[in-house]
Every structure is written in structure tokens, then in C-alpha cells.
């Protein structure tokens, strides 16, 4: 299973951005997936995550503000983020987990003026 990120970039505080992680097989369908975030100096971190019954968790930070969501269809991940500030400036990873974890390469996201 490879996973794919996109959709990060330079955006200014209050911005938005919606990140896309596309999957090779049906991996997203009833497994548990989510997005982490590692910031430089910083250890990696749980952004918000889907259980495999569909339960969504977020972290505090983000709360109100970030958005997960899937397109079994289409075996692809969402991570919509608005409100955006310069401390959601971080690398973001796309996780599945199916007996095994899976990570996608991560996708910049820099938020500043």
C-alpha cells in the first residue's frame, strides 16, 4: 500500500488549505486513518484521526478548525484546515493502519505573512 500527500504550501494566517492523501488500494475503507504533524525541532503529533467504527478525534489545537474526512470511493483522505496560524506551520503525514501502519512522504504546510 503506497499513500500520497498533497495539497500543502505557503499560506498567510488565516488562510486555508485542504489537504488530499490518495491511497493505491481500499485501505481507507473501515480502518483506522488519520493525519499527523511534525514541526521542526518538534516530535511528530496526532492532527486528527478516524477509528475504524468512524469515530473522529482532533486534537485540542485544531478543534473547530480542521476538518477529516474520506472518500471510500475514491481511496482518498481529506484533511481541510481553515483559520490556519503560524503554529500549524509543520510537515503533515497521512497514517492508515490495516495490521500494519502506513505513512504517506508528508507535504509542507507554512503559514505566515
Known amino acids: 500500500v503506497q499513500l500520497q500527500a498533497s495539497g500543502g504550501g505557503l499560506v498567510q494566517p488565516g488562510g486555508s488549505l485542504r489537504l488530499t492523501c490518495a491511497a493505491s488500494?481500499?485501505?481507507?475503507?473501515?480502518?483506522?486513518v488519520g493525519w499527523y504533524r511534525q514541526a521542526p525541532g518538534k516530535q511528530r503529533e496526532l492532527v486528527a484521526f478516524?477509528?475504524?467504527?468512524?469515530?473522529?478525534n482532533y486534537a485540542d489545537s485544531v478543534k473547530g478548525r480542521f476538518t477529516i474526512s474520506r472518500d471510500n470511493a475514491k481511496n482518498t483522505l481529506y484533511l481541510q484546515m481553515d483559520s490556519l496560524k503560524p503554529e500549524d506551520t509543520a510537515v503533515y503525514y497521512c497514517?492508515?493502519?490495516?495490521?500494519?501502519?502506513?505513512w504517506g512522504q508528508g507535504t509542507l504546510v507554512t503559514v505566515s505573512s
Open positions: 497514517y492508515a493502519y490495516r495490521g500494519l501502519g502506513y
Open positions: 488500494g481500499s485501505i481507507f475503507r473501515r480502518n483506522a
Open positions: 478516524i477509528t475504524s467504527d468512524g469515530n473522529i
